[in-house]
């Protein structure tokens, strides 16, 4: 079972450097504007790019220690399996997720960008069984200011400001 397990991450972390790999290549097509700054157009995806392959590769380091490439033994005694309902869960999970994505897009516009990402984290914190407690709010709170501040002040990147902000 941890074998598969391995196998699946090992499997994933090549798929994502894979990904990485064409992304970084796709960020090459985009044109330079006379308007560009020092990072230009291309910066801020090419270090997607490499964040990407930074995660895939973590992903493949954790499934060779786990011993995805080792050779494979059966266990002395194999016991059945508990029964999970894991893949019925899979999708009802995912339209959830889905759900948050979709409201965050339809409130960001009326609310602004600080509100709307500190709900959009708040309800998601919620949403995976945090504590209706004042922490998670102060998270939710907080993670909105760090996004706030690396998009908007450090990126410099227009955020939507809505009626409140």
């Known amino acids: 079972m941890r074998e598969q397990a391995a196998l699946k991450d090992l499997a994933g972390g090549v798929a994502v450097l894979a990904i990485a790999g064409l992304y970084y290549w796709a960020t090459g097509d985009i044109a330079e504007s006379t308007l560009s700054d020092e990072v230009g ?48 869960s899979t999708l009802p999970r995912a339209l959830g997720f889905l759900a948050f994505g979709v409201a965050y897009v339809c409130l960001v516009s009326f609310i602004g960008y600080l509100p709307a990402i500190a709900l959009l984290i708040g309800a998601v914190a919620l949403y995976e ?35 409140f902000f």
């Open 41 to 88: 157009a291309s910066g801020l995806p090419r270090i997607l790019a490499f964040a990407l392959a930074g995660l895939g590769l973590i992903l493949t380091a954790r499934a060779v220690m786990a011993g995805a490439l080792s050779p494979a033994h059966e266990p002395a005694a194999k016991s059945p399996a508990p029964e999970t309902d894991d893949e019925t």
């Open 129 to 163: 069984g945090a504590p209706r407690n004042w922490k998670t709010l102060v998270i939710a709170a907080g993670g909105a200011l760090l996004y706030w501040g690396i998009f908007v002040k450090i990126l410099g990147v227009h955020q939507p400001s809505g009626l």
